[in-house]
Structures are given as structure tokens and as C-alpha cells.
């Protein structure tokens, strides 16, 4: 049984406490880095602690990150976030110049690994690639740019993230743009003496307006909004970013950023980031196609003469198709999914499939009174895991997508790991595609707590190669689409589950749209990567071309889809990884039992084979380790084709 003791949080309505907190976990991990980096700097070559200390370093690190970077995007304290993000220019600071410090790096290059617990070799050679490719071997003119240079990273992801969150925006419609809308939403929005509503950017407010409302005006107006986020303080920032990490790219000896990137990846240079992309594109075409033409044929009926659906009316006539051709309908699927029934589903769902219990803690403290708090136990042994907090629903100023973050990176016999998903849904209903988007996330945070046992803190949580980090995610989607799972807690108001005939339904038509989807993303990887490849003069005008070359639907005129296009300060030009993470996904599902999703031996296996090892081995090798054979894409290809 584990004897550690999960976080202790400042009360919810105390900011002072808050703000203490944040000096503490902050200010207190910055001074004992700092201290620990002296110890290195004095130790002597080939001293046996040497990698301990190095790994004290980084947990007194990843403990600052991790609060500062998460009370950033959630408290909601205006101030107070401000402060956070000031701390972890702070923290950058200190890892940039750590990573540029010759003398650590002579130390570290002679520290040996005898005696010293599994994975220390594959600790040591990833820390010295780490400060290779920081820059350390550098002259020390170049060494004084390349810190320059990430401090300014720093400034602008920040800056670029900042106008996403505080750049919500909203449109006022017609009362009747809402017919058609769910009862609980329109209810939601009551028309002001105008007789008008107001539409916000929000997930809740604007997907399922974009999806039901049948006023073509309005769902113009409504998506105009929503892609002009961040519009046009993002625009220069962007460009701002997208020259300094080229910059830095070019001094390390790289052509460009994305090789620069791609080379700690699965995928390996740049080049093959481009091939990837157009081999998609190319594999979807003949899906994507033949499913824009039913949904422009339907959407004729309505408007004749329509020469190509964009991006306002493409989810609407999608369900208007699902309506009609499947028999699916949003509204009644919606009807099905009470928000607090899909989060206890969810516990449920998974504790079930991976032996773990979530002890609820009602009255541990958090950031916010809507925030959840549960103890993860595992079953077999009855050993507290970690600790989750679920945010799940929009406010002002806080974090506006759907992610998980850290709070406490777990370390083996020194602190438990405590996760926190962070998401934007409804307090009433949620749609189908918000079902599947929580349990996406939530396989975030089941791998940060899985993997939160290792000695090495490198080893711990979501520590894989960037491109397989969301393969588990998007693995766990599959279960939200099985009836068996969904009747377990997808009930209507009289208490009757969802039909299995419906999901059967559902799944029909969610085959609709497969090609297109992946053209989509397509689109959004070939932004990623190409405005890093090519920093265009022009952002707005190449990303209307790479629209053109990838995307089914049309742009809408007057919109900056990159403003407020979140991923490319955390991802870089590495978006392509949620497809090449979904081709291993596929493959990693095959082995399990469809008509059995609850096969204890599978999912156990998977469980301690992939997710508990966290970043101690390559993911290939894991995938490779629980399937028994090297992973292909035999089963991607069928699911896109099929």
C-alpha cells in the first residue's frame, strides 16, 4: 500500500491562500532547482549520485511547471493568472540557461549508471541529446542567441495561448435562428429586449448551433465569429514565432524547424512529415468526395444551384444527412446524455476495464466549486494511484478547448501523480461527439496516472514520443461508441437506455464523413507544418491555399482560421501526430474483443504494458511489446476505406 499523500490545496474562495500557493510550489521549486544545479556544477566527473541529482533537478521542475502552467489557464483569478504565466517565463529561463551550461554537461556526459535504478542509461542519453539539441555544444556567442531566442518563444506561445483564452468572442441572432436548437439550449438563451440571443465562441454555445440552427444567415455570422478568435493580435505574434523558432532551428545546425522537431519523434524528419500528410490526403479522397456530394446534394434542395458547401453549413447538412439517411438524430441522441450521468459512466466505464476505483473526495478543496476531486485505487492491491480533479465546464477566462494537464508529476516512493482534465462542456447535455471527446481526454489522464510510479520523473505519465501521446486517447474513444458501454449510463429522463438499434444507427452514420474528416485534419497538419516550413509573408493567404489543396469545404472570406488555431504554439508544426497517433490507435484496438470490451486479460495487459510504462521505453517497442508484432496499418486502412 502506498503511504504518500496527494496535494493539499488552498481553499476554494481564498485567494490570498492561492497566491501563496503559487509562491510556494513555484518560488520554492525555482530556489531548490536552483540549488540542485549548483550541486551538479560542483560535483566531480564520474560521481555515482550524479543522475539522482539530475533527476531531483527535474522533479523540483516538473512540480513548478506544473502548477504554474495549469493555474495560468484555470483559476479564475485575472491577476493571479497573470502571475503563473510570469513564473513560467520564469521557469523557462532557468531550464534554457541549464541547458546551455557547458560545465553540467561535461559533468553529465561523465555520470555513470551502474548501480543506479532501470532505465538510468536511457535517462542519461536523453539528457545528453537534450543539450545537444538545446545548443550546449555551441560557441558561446550562439549559446547567448539561442537564449535570447527561447525566452522569446517563450514570451509569444504565451502571448498566442493568452489571446486564445481572453479573445472569446460572441454574435447576436435572430430568436429564430433558434428553431431547430434543443430545448434545454434555447432555454439557455433567452432574447433580450431586441429580440435577440447572444451566440459566445464557447464549445457549448457554438457547436451545437452550427449543428441544428436552420438559419444559414446566422450559422454565418456565428462561424465568422468563431474563426476570427485571436484575430488580429495573433497574426503578428504568429508570425513573430514562426521566424524565431526557424531561427533557432537554423543555429542548431537544422534546415528548418520541423526537422528540428520531427527528429525526437516517431516520424523522423520533416520531409516524412510532408509525405505523411499527402499519403492521407490522397487515401481520403475518394471517401471524402463521395460524402461532400450527398451533403451538397441535400443541401441543393434547400438552395439550388450551390456550388460547394463551406464551413458554416457542412455540419448541418452533415446531421440534416444523418437525420435522414441513418434515422439519427442529434437532438434525440443528445437526449440521452445528462451531464453528470456521463461523467459517472465514464468513472465507471473505465474503473471496470482497468481494475482501478475512484474514490470521490467531496470536500477537497480546488480552484473552483465545479471542479470533482477523486482518490484512483487500484483494485488488485488496494495502493492509492494518484489523484484526479475534473474541470469540465466554461467560464470566463479559463482554458477554452479540451486538455489535461499536470499537477503533480508522479514519482515512485516520493509523491503521488495528480492529473487534471480541463475541459468546456454543457452543465446539462452533452452531444455524442462530446461523449467521445471526454473519453478521449480522459485517456490522458489515465496514462498520466498509470505511469505515475517511475523512479525516474523523465519515465513518468504522458512521457512517450510526441506523435504516440494521443494513440491511447483515441483508442478509448472506441468505447463510447458500444452499446453495451453507452446503456450503461445513456439514459433518457424516464430512465430508459439508449436503444442498441440507435447506436447501431449512430455508428452507421458516423462512417458518413470519415474522408472528409481526415482531409480536415489534413488541412490543419499541412498549416502545422508547412507555415513552419515556409514562413509565409502572407498567413491568411496560405492558409487559404493549403484549404484549397486539402480541406472538402470552403473557407469562409474575412476569417483567420490560424489566429485562433491553438496547436501551433503547443504543437508546433507537429499536428499530423493526432493521424499518426489514430493509425496505431486502430491497430492497438484490434486486439481487442469487440464483443467483448470488458476481456479483463487484454485490457490488463494493455494497461501495464503500455500505459504504466510511460516514457521508459519507445513507444514502437512498447506497441510492439503488447501486440507481439511490429505495428502496421492494416486496420486504419480498413476503418478509412470501410
Not at 456565428?222 to 514565432?241: K, Q, R, Y
Not at 509525405?275 to 446534394?297: H, M, Q, V
Not at 514520443?465 to 491511447?472: G, I, L, N, Y
Request: hydrophobic share 40%.
Amino acid at each position: 500500500m502506498s503511504h504518500l499523500e496527494p496535494l493539499t490545496l488552498p481553499a476554494t474562495d481564498d485567494l490570498e491562500a492561492w497566491n501563496g500557493f503559487l509562491d510556494t510550489r513555484v518560488l520554492g521549486g525555482l530556489e531548490e532547482a536552483r540549488g540542485l544545479v549548483a550541486v551538479l556544477r560542483e560535483t566531480p566527473a564520474g560521481d555515482p549520485e550524479t543522475l539522482l541529482v539530475w533527476n531531483d533537478l527535474h522533479v523540483a521542475l516538473a512540480n513548478a511547471f506544473a502548477v504554474a502552467g495549469l493555474l495560468s489557464q484555470v483559476h479564475p483569478d485575472g491577476e493571479l493568472r497573470e502571475r503563473a504565466e510570469g513564473y513560467e517565463q520564469q521557469l523557462h529561463e532557468l531550464r534554457t540557461t541549464l541547458m546551455l551550461d557547458p560545465v553540467v554537461y561535461a559533468v553529465l556526459s561523465a555520470a555513470p549508471t551502474d548501480g543506479l535504478p532501470d532505465g538510468a542509461d536511457r535517462v542519461l542519453a536523453d539528457a545528453l541529446r537534450s543539450f545537444r539539441r538545446s545548443g550546449v555544444d555551441r560557441d558561446e556567442r550562439t549559446r547567448e542567441r539561442l537564449r535570447e531566442l527561447s525566452a522569446r518563444e517563450t514570451d509569444l506561445g504565451q502571448a498566442f495561448s493568452r489571446n486564445i483564452r481572453d479573445g472569446a468572442g460572441e454574435t447576436r441572432v435572430p430568436a429564430s435562428a433558434l428553431a431547430g436548437l434543443p430545448d434545454d439550449y434555447v432555454e439557455a438563451h433567452p432574447a433580450d429586449e431586441d429580440g435577440k440571443v447572444t451566440i459566445t465562441t464557447g464549445y457549448p454555445d457554438t457547436n451545437p448551433f452550427l449543428m441544428f440552427s436552420a438559419d444559414p444567415k446566422a450559422r454565418h455570422a456565428v462561424m465568422h465569429t468563431f474563426l476570427n478568435i485571436g484575430w488580429p493580435a495573433n497574426d503578428p505574434v504568429l508570425h513573430d514565432l514562426l521566424r524565431v523558432r526557424d531561427e533557432q532551428a537554423r543555429l542548431l545546425g537544422y534546415a528548418s524547424w520541423p526537422d528540428f522537431d520531427a527528429e525526437v519523434k516517431m516520424i523522423g524528419t520533416g520531409d516524412a512529415v510532408a509525405a505523411f500528410i499527402d499519403k492521407i490526403a490522397e487515401d481520403a479522397t475518394a471517401s471524402a468526395e463521395r460524402d461532400a456530394a450527398l451533403l451538397l446534394e441535400r443541401a441543393r434542395q434547400d438552395h439550388p444551384g450551390l456550388g460547394r458547401l463551406d464551413v458554416a453549413d457542412a455540419r448541418y447538412y452533415g446531421e440534416v444527412v444523418r437525420r435522414e439517411r441513418f434515422d439519427v438524430d442529434g437532438q434525440a441522441v443528445r437526449r440521452y446524455f445528462a451531464s453528470d450521468r456521463v461523467r459517472a459512466g465514464l468513472l465507471e466505464v473505465t474503473g471496470r476495464l482497468f481494475g482501478l476505483e475512484y474514490v470521490p473526495v467531496p470536500d477537497a478543496p480546488s480552484w473552483h466549486t465545479e471542479v470533482a476531486t477523486y482518490d484512483v485505487r487500484l483494485v488488485e492491491s488496494g495502493d492509492l494511484l494518484g489523484r484526479i480533479h475534473l474541470d469540465l465546464h466554461p467560464r470566463a477566462g479559463k482554458y477554452n478547448h479540451a486538455a489535461q494537464f499536470d499537477l503533480v508529476r508522479g514519482v515512485g516512493g516520493r509523491q503521488l501523480p495528480e492529473g487534471v482534465l480541463v475541459c468546456n462542456f454543457g452543465r446539462t447535455r452533452m452531444d455524442h461527439s462530446e461523449v467521445v471527446t471526454l473519453f478521449h481526454e480522459f485517456g490522458h489522464l489515465l496514462h498520466h496516472v498509470l505511469a505515475g510510479r517511475h523512479p525516474w520523473v523523465r519515465f513518468s505519465g504522458v512521457a512517450t514520443e510526441w506523435d504516440f501521446v494521443e494513440a491511447p486517447s483515441q483508442m478509448l474513444e472506441e468505447w463510447a461508441w458500444d452499446h453495451g458501454v453507452l446503456s450503461s449510463f445513456a439514459v433518457d429522463e424516464a430512465g430508459e437506455p439508449i436503444p442498441a438499434a440507435l447506436v447501431e444507427r449512430m455508428r452507421a452514420a458516423d462512417e458518413l464523413g470519415k474522408g472528409y474528416y481526415a482531409r480536415t485534419q489534413m488541412y490543419y497538419a499541412a498549416v502545422s507544418y508547412r507555415f513552419h516550413a515556409e514562413l509565409p509573408v502572407d498567413l491568411t493567404k496560405r492558409s487559404q491555399e493549403l484549404s484549397d489543396r486539402y480541406a472538402v469545404w470552403a473557407q469562409l472570406p474575412g476569417t483567420h482560421f490560424h489566429c485562433g488555431f491553438g496547436h501551433l504554439e503547443g504543437y508546433g508544426s507537429g499536428y499530423y501526430t493526432y493521424m499518426w497517433s489514430l493509425v496505431i490507435a486502430k491497430d492497438l484496438f484490434s486486439a481487442f474483443d469487440e464483443g467483448d470490451l470488458f476481456a479483463p486479460d487484454v485490457a490488463t495487459r494493455y494497461r501495464d504494458t503500455v500505459l504504466a510504462a510511460g516514457g521508459s521505453r519507445d513507444a514502437a517497442d512498447l506497441v510492439e511489446a503488447f501486440l507481439g508484432r511490429p505495428y502496421d496499418s492494416r486496420a486504419f486502412t480498413a476503418w478509412l476505406e470501410g
